[in-house]
């Protein structure tokens, strides 16, 4: 195992690449109990059109299939995989977002024997015409539920304004006519396409001792045999650079307007640093703005115009980008007003020197106490990985930002033309 050493925050990630392709980094954390490992491949739900090296034509499989296969996953031919890891001492789960899925356990004991059942479940794929088409009723009801949440309908309302054609702007979970066309062999195609350990990372960090648990992943991964890693070329529409639509606007059983307010990275950025470093600038930038402590807050507070669930998030990846604020609203249309006056005034007047330093070592702060959590340092290690970046390079980052880079970035980022609502407002 290669060893990287990080005075600075304190800790030894080590690293190896296993013969089969698998990247594996364990980071020990002494004195903690508890022991947090994900098992990652880049795979998600942006990822409907692809090929192999080879194939004459592209393939595009049903919207939310990413998802599904995810769900069919802890389906075993043996049994329950829950039940596998409840018998060692373990909580498991899994998420999919747009571009990875990841499969995931948290425990303080029987660490060996708990990896081993993260490895196996996630490379022992069991699908059949029977439990396929039990899970689409499943997920089907998933998705009905969710058309009716607020918060769900409001955020990809805002992403289908922002984008005109690019996957990101579908649901995750894809739609109920979508799921009916997944069969169990376009599964096993999305699998063997997407869950070779080449493209994957292996992930664990807590209470363990890393050279125990190597030996156990090395071991797991030697008795078992795969093919040739596939060369994957995916393929996305091209976006047009501006909004898909201005507003977007849907009408459900709330007490109160839901609104968001987002605008879009029009331009591509190369996997790489650059992608953790547009993130956090513009995280710093968003928090000057309408951050908690910032003087807009406090205003629209005031006023009545957001309450305390009044957030914003920044996401970005090679493709595509986003930010967004916004949550409860009495006014959907005199908050964005409020914000957009806020903006012309920034613009011309630029950033407060005072507040963007406060906001900037608030950041620092805040992702060093972040470093006690495991569950953060996994959720996020091999997310930014896979774009080409390193989680914990997100201080040396911080440092380096200006007040400059920050002006700069308000100016290019929040622009008329880049910008959509979308609004959920109760029923008549």
Same mark, same amino acid.
């Given at each position: ?18 013969p ?16 947090y ?8 739900s ?12 592209f ?10 296969l995810?769900?069919k ?12 890891f ?40 069991y ?18 539920m ?55 990372v ?12 190597m030996?156990?992943i ?20 091209s ?5 898909? #639509?201005?507003?977007a /606007? ?9 609104? %968001? &307010? @987002?605008?879009?990275? $029009? =331009? !591509?950025l190369p996997?790489?640093?650059g992608?953790?470093e ?30 305390? #669930?009044?957030?914003? /998030? ?9 930010? %967004? &604020? @916004?949550?409860?609203? $009495? =006014? !959907? ?21 005072a ?30 990985r ?43």
């Amino acid at each position: 195992m290669r060893e990287s050493i990080d005075d600075r925050l304190g800790h030894v990630l080590y690293h190896e690449t296993l013969p089969n392709g698998l990247n594996v980094y364990l980071l020990p954390k002494p004195g903690f109990q508890q022991t947090y490992a994900t098992f990652t491949t880049h795979y998600g739900s942006v990822d409907s059109t692809f090929r192999l090296t080879g194939e004459p034509e592209f393939t595009t499989v049903p919207d939310g299939i990413a998802h599904f296969l995810e769900h069919k996953m802890f389906e075993s031919e043996h049994g329950d995989v829950f039940r596998d890891f409840a018998r060692h001492g373990a909580s498991a789960n899994a998420y999919t977002t747009f571009d990875i899925t990841s499969y995931l356990f948290s425990s303080t004991q029987d660490i060996q024997e708990n990896l081993e059942v993260l490895l196996d479940f996630v490379q022992d794929p069991y699908f059949t015409d029977e439990n396929v088409a039990k899970e689409k009723g499943i997920i089907a009801q998933e998705i009905r539920m969710y058309e009716d949440n607020p918060d769900t309908r409001v955020f990809y309302g805002l992403l289908r304004a922002l984008y005109a054609v690019h996957p990101v702007r579908i649901d995750i979970a894809g739609t109920v006519d979508s799921i009916q066309r997944i069969d169990k062999e376009t599964l096993y195609r999305c699998y063997r396409t997407f869950y070779h350990p080449a493209n994957m990372v292996f992930f664990a960090v807590g209470g363990f001792d890393p050279e125990a648990a190597m030996a156990v992943i090395r071991e797991n991964q030697a008795r078992k045999s795969f093919p040739e890693a596939p060369r994957i070329e995916r393929k996305t529409p091209s976006e047009p650079p501006g909004v898909h #639509q201005a507003r977007a /606007e849907v009408r459900l059983a709330v007490s109160q307007p839901r609104c %968001l &307010i @987002g605008w879009k990275d $029009p =331009d !591509p950025l190369p996997p790489g640093p650059g992608i953790l470093e547009r993130e956090l600038l513009t995280g710093v930038v968003l928090d000057v703005l309408f951050g908690r402590s910032s003087d807009l807050f406090d205003e629209l507070i005031g006023e009545g115009l957001i309450d305390q #669930q009044f957030s914003w /998030e920044y996401e970005r990846t090679p493709e595509y980008g986003y930010s %967004l &604020i @916004g949550g409860n609203t $009495p =006014d !959907p249309d005199r908050l964005a007003a409020r914000v957009e006056a806020k903006l012309d005034e920034v613009r011309e007047r630029g950033l407060p020197e005072a507040e963007f330093e406060r906001c900037r070592r608030k950041s620092i702060g805040r992702f060093m106490a972040a470093l006690d959590s495991p569950s953060y340092i996994a959720r996020h290690f091999a997310s930014y990985r896979f774009r080409g970046a390193d989680l914990f390079q997100t201080v040396e980052i911080l440092d380096r930002l200006t007040l400059e880079d920050a002006n700069r970035r308000m100016r290019e980022h929040f622009v008329s033309g880049q910008r959509s609502i979308s609004v959920v407002l109760p029923k008549a």
